[in-house]
Antibody, heavy 120, light 108 residues
Framework: EVQLVESGGGLVQPGRSLRLSCAAS????????MHWVRQAPGKGLEWVSG????????DSADSVKGRFTISRDNAKNSLYLQMSSLRAEDTALYYC?????????????WGQGTLVTVSS | EIVLTQSPGTLSLSPGERATLSCRAS???????LAWYQQKPGQAPRLLIY???SRATGIPDRFSGSGSGTDFTLTISRLEPEDFAVYYC?????????FGQGTKVEIK
């Protein structure tokens, strides 16, 4: 069974940094691209960033480009999101998501999310 | 960026009724790379449909997807009590990936 467990969220002041982690199990982690998707309280889903299986291809939403960095450690079956220069509008539940196929595709597995609150 | 617009915002129906949800894209979705997700309160989204019309593993056949190009539809043939939730469409054919704003299916 695929399991994705996010951690690292919390309350942080504007302008500060935070690092999210996602521990993956139940599948061959280094076969799949991985993504972060966020959901502000009471709002819809927003794609944040994605990384290919070998970290050779990385993409991010314009809203976080230059501030957030996605990375992965295949030896540790882990995905990361380094967030800096945090803003109030980054407040959201951050989900780690796995794509359905090695070549990409929709998100077929999601974690339960980790909550990031940016506030002074 | 492909903007996805879902309608209606809220659908009020009774169990047993048919639900029809629409997702319109601002430009053609590459190779029908369009998915639908269901999200219940306090839960992560669940993949229902991918490739516009293929059901994900374990999804009941009362859920069906159709469409191509810029117009897509999710149909729930007969609503069960557990189907009342928020539904999102998602295009994964071009970057950035985008989601619709969601349609809430509520009990009438």
């Amino acid at each position: 069974e695929v399991q994705l467990v996010e951690s690292g969220g919390g309350l942080v002041q504007p302008g500060r940094s935070l690092r999210l982690s996602c521990a993956a199990s139940g599948f061959t982690f280094d076969d799949y691209a991985m993504h972060w998707v966020r959901q502000a309280p009471g709002k819809g889903l927003e794609w944040v960033s994605g990384i290919s299986w070998n970290s050779g291809s990385i993409d991010s939403a314009d809203s976080v480009k230059g501030r957030f960095t996605i990375s992965r450690d295949n030896a540790k079956n882990s995905l990361y999101l380094q967030m800096s220069s945090l803003r109030a509008e980054d407040t959201a539940l951050y989900y780690c998501a796995k794509v359905a196929a090695a070549a990409g595709g929709p998100f077929d597995s999601w974690g339960q999310g980790t909550l990031v609150t940016v506030s002074s | 960026e492909i903007v996805l617009t879902q309608s209606p915002g809220t659908l009020s129906l009774s169990p047993g009724e048919r639900a029809t949800l629409s997702c319109r894209a601002s430009q053609s979705v590459s190779s029908s790379y369009l998915a639908w997700y269901q999200q219940k309160p306090g839960q992560a989204p669940r993949l229902l449909i991918y490739g516009a019309s293929s059901r994900a593993t374990g999804i009941p056949d009362r859920f069906s997807g159709s469409g191509s190009g810029t117009d897509f539809t999710l149909t729930i043939s007969r609503l069960e009590p557990e189907d009342f939730a928020v539904y999102y469409c998602h295009q994964y054919g071009s970057s950035p990936r985008t989601f619709g704003q969601g349609t809430k299916v509520e009990i009438k």
